[in-house]
T-cell receptor, first 114, second 113 residues
Framework: GNSVTQMEGPVTLSEEAFLTINCTYT??????LFWYVQYPGEGLQLLLK?????DKGSNKGFEATYRKETTSFHLEKGSVQVSDSAVYFC?????????????FGSGTQLTVLP | KAGVTQTPRYLIKTRGQQVTLSCSPI?????VSWYQQTPGQGLQFLFE???????NKGNFPGRFSGRQFSNSRSEMNVSTLELGDSALYLC????????????FGPGTRLTVT
């Protein structure tokens, strides 16, 4: 079956540091890939997505590139802010019959210190 | 446009009881999915409904069930609660369920004692 593996947390960075959160996946077909973010006490928000190989998703300074050859979708940001502190989830989506189903990684807690 | 709403936000139940959680999707969205989030198992897919029909189901026991109404609102029910059912239950809506983007509600925090 499908699975997503992302780097263990927690990750603690100083403000303006460079961020990388690794994510690799296993899928039987050609999934779409996502990064979701969860702030304390809230549900998940879609951060960015890529629907085919070599696509780059980007939003709010975050980027991730769909690498089929390495089955990876690593999240990067050049300069993190305190407000980026949250839990980040990598996920994949494949069509199952007439619907899509999300499979999530275990999440990475990010804390950014001022 | 209002987001996905879930009620109640917090719930405390005793082992053996049953519970019903509610989810109202974004207006116009016809697909509703439910997920269970726990520290040990992470986010796991429960089931997905579209036009009052369950289309997909995750690997959960029959104690977990759901339904969807004609206005797309959805409920999930857990019977004979166990301690391990303590979790954050998230619902997500999308236009058709085939969309790439799903919009999540804030979740219902269920504690079983």
């Amino acid at each position: 079956g499908n699975s997503v593996t992302q780097m263990e947390g927690p990750v603690t960075l100083s403000e303006e540091a460079f961020l990388t959160i690794n994510c690799t996946y296993t899928a039987t077909g050609y999934p779409s890939l996502f990064w979701y973010v969860q702030y304390p006490g809230e549900g998940l928000q879609l951060l960015l997505k890529a629907t085919k190989a070599d696509d780059k998703g980007s939003n709010k300074g975050f980027e991730a590139t769909y690498r089929k050859e390495t089955t990876s979708f690593h999240l990067e940001k050049g300069s993190v802010q305190v407000s980026d502190s949250a839990v980040y989830f990598c996920a994949l989506s494949e069509r199952l019959g007439s619907a899509r189903q999300l499979t999530f990684g275990s999440g990475t807690q990010l804390t950014v210190l001022p | 446009k209002a987001g996905v709403t879930q009620t109640p936000r917090y719930l405390i139940k005793t082992r053996g009881q049953q519970v019903t959680l509610s989810c109202s999707p974004i207006s116009g969205h016809r697909s509703v999915s439910w997920y269970q989030q726990t520290p040990g198992q992470g986010l796991q897919f429960l089931f997905e409904y579209f036009s009052e029909t369950q289309r997909n189901k995750g690997n959960f026991p029959g104690r977990f069930s759901g339904r969807q109404f004609s206005n797309s609102r959805s409920e999930m029910n857990v019977s004979t609660l166990e301690l391990g059912d303590s979790a954050l239950y998230l619902c997500a809506s999308s236009l058709t369920g085939q969309d790439y983007e799903q919009y999540f509600g804030p979740g219902t925090r269920l504690t079983v004692t």
